[in-house]
């Protein structure tokens, strides 16, 4: 399995971002997608998971601010990021599970600067 981030980049705060993750395998496989972050010098943390129900699940430091969305036609997991702070800052990694197995992609930078 192969997961495929992109659309990190730097922005000034309270702009936009949309990060795309393609997957090689079926979003339909998987019964829980979703994106990680790890900003320098801290722990990796959940930012945002949808099940295959779609139900969704945030972070609460990106509650109201960030979306999760995924086209199963497109194998394609969106992270739609608005309202950006500065602490917003990382590293942006995909994710997928299919029991027992995580899959992680190989992350995108996303600075915000103030």
């Known amino acids: 399995v192969q997961l495929q981030a992109s659309g990190g980049g730097l922005v000034q705060a309270g702009e936009s971002l949309r990060l795309s993750c393609v997957t090689s395998?079926?979003?339909?496989?998987?019964?829980?997608v979703g994106w990680d972050r790890q900003a320098p010098g801290k722990q990796r943390e959940m930012v945002a998971t949808?099940?295959?129900?779609?139900?969704?699940e945030f972070a609460d430091s990106v509650q109201g601010r960030f979306e999760i969305s995924r086209d199963v036609y497109k194998n394609t997991v969106y992270l739609e990021m608005s309202s950006l702070k500065p602490e917003d800052t990382a590293v942006y990694f995909c994710?997928?599970?299919?029991?027992?197995?995580?899959?992680w992609g190989q992350g995108t930078l996303v600075t915000v600067s103030s």
């Open positions: 994710k997928a599970r299919r029991p027992p197995n995580w899959y």
């Open positions: 395998e079926s979003i339909g496989s998987f019964i829980i």
């Open positions: 949808m099940d295959s129900g779609g139900r969704t």
